[in-house]
């Protein structure tokens, strides 16, 4: 089938409640939806959430896909996605979440057109279905308490965002652990806000609490820093910003820097490079988590399939925050006693309400 529109849509989604982070202070879930037609009516449907700290936004991301894109992609055989993409990769370096969104809009259109599942068409399901870890924005102790207790009592394990500040934080995941009790699962995100020396002192605090995982204690690219939290962690400690491509990744797992990597199709930029970073932490002994921001269900869809074809992906992922949200154009996916199933119809398996 013969690829004959490519169009890109802005979406703005405002959130039922702000996510409170260490760098950002989220209301409105803004990214890009991306629809691909077929010469044979098929459409498939890909989205990326776009923020200025991830350094993209919905403009730059349209404005490339419009640009350079779409002009790799139109009037050629959609079963040569591999070959258009090498294409975009060649016109165009970086822009990862603006080539995430059309790559999966073709993924889509491509499953779609041989009537499979997603899953199916990237080699089979490994997995039905994924447990899910819910994010907990920064707060004070009681609120996040509060929050986190209604969290655990729908079967989801626990993400807690902190500020930077270990004086205020400590607090926050000490008042959690007591509401919801020992045998949760709870992992820290910084998002990058601690100096190494202070990002020890709370990781200590945090094994006495029965913490899991500490996630991006440093800034990204203080790969040092990194390694010396690490080195002195009695916890897990894990990298998000830090993996920002393959590259990184067998950096990180070389230098022995992290136990685990958090890493997302829209962060990396495609399907393949997500599935590279598995399968190379599957073989190294290291953990790898899947995790999206708060978007349309499409990201969610995208991500949820790829954890189901990929063993080296976590069972335990961070999907789900289209919850969140409201506005979105799309159904068909829903947390249920804290898992999320592979929908079983052609492509993502989600449809489009309208807009």
């Known amino acids: 089938m013969k690829i004959e529109k490519i169009e890109t849509r802005k979406l703005e989604m405002p959130y039922t409640k ?9 209301t409105v879930a803004r990214g890009l939806l991306v629809t691909v037609g077929t010469n044979g009516g098929v459409e498939g449907y890909g989205y990326a959430d776009l923020f200025p700290r991830a350094g993209e936004t919905p403009e730059t991301a349209q ?10 992609a139109m009037g050629r055989e959609l079963e040569d996605l591999g070959r258009i993409r090498a294409d975009m990769d060649h016109a165009l370096t970086g822009h990862p979440r603006a080539k995430s969104a059309l790559e999966g809009a073709l993924y889509d259109a491509l499953a779609r057109s041989y009537h499979m599942p997603l899953s199916v068409m990237l080699g089979g399901k490994y997995r039905s279905e994924i447990k899910v870890i819910k994010m907990v924005s920064v707060g004070d102790p009681e ?17 807690l965002k902190v500020s930077g500040r270990l004086e205020k934080d400590l607090p926050r995941v000490v008042a959690v652990r007591k509401a919801v009790g020992d045998d949760v699962f709870i992992k820290i995100d910084a998002n990058e806000a601690y100096d190494a020396k202070n990002a020890i002192r709370l990781a200590k605090a945090l094994a006495d609490l ?3 995982i500490f996630e991006q204690p440093v800034p990204r690219d203080q790969f040092d820093a990194l390694w010396e939290v690490k080195k002195h962690s009695p916890i897990k400690i894990e990298a998000d910003q830090s993996c920002r491509n393959f590259a990184d990744a067998q950096m990180l797992i070389k230098n022995r820097m992290v136990d685990s990597i958090n890493t997302g199709i829209p962060k ?8 590279r970073i598995a399968e190379l932490c599957e073989a190294s002994g290291i953990r790898c988590a ?7 269900v ?29 506005g979105d154009p799309f159904f068909g996916l829903a947390v249920t ?6 929908p079983e119809g052609e492509g993502l398996g989600v449809s489009l309400r309208g807009f």
Do not use: Y
């Not at 702000?18 to 989220?26: E, K, Q, S």
């Not at 404005?63 to 790799?72: D, P, R, S």
């Not at 969610?300 to 949200?325: K, M, N, Q, R, Y």
């Open 337 to 342: 006693k804290g898992t999320l199933t592979v």
């Open 210 to 212: 029965g913490v899991e």
């Open 143 to 159: 609120a996040m308490a509060a929050e986190a207790k209604e969290l655990v009592a729908e079967g989801l394990s626990l993400k």
């Open 18 to 26: 702000p996510l409170v982070t260490a760098t950002n202070n989220f």
């Open 63 to 72: 404005h490339v896909i419009e640009t350079v894109l779409k002009a790799k």
């Open 268 to 275: 990396v930029g495609s399907i393949g490079e997500v599935r």
């Open 298 to 326: 499409v990201g969610d869809a995208a991500a949820l399939h790829l954890a189901a074809s990929t063993p080296g992906i976590a069972p335990l992922c961070e999907l789900g925050e289209f919850e969140v949200i409201t």
């Open 290 to 296: 899947l995790s999206n921001t708060a978007g349309s």
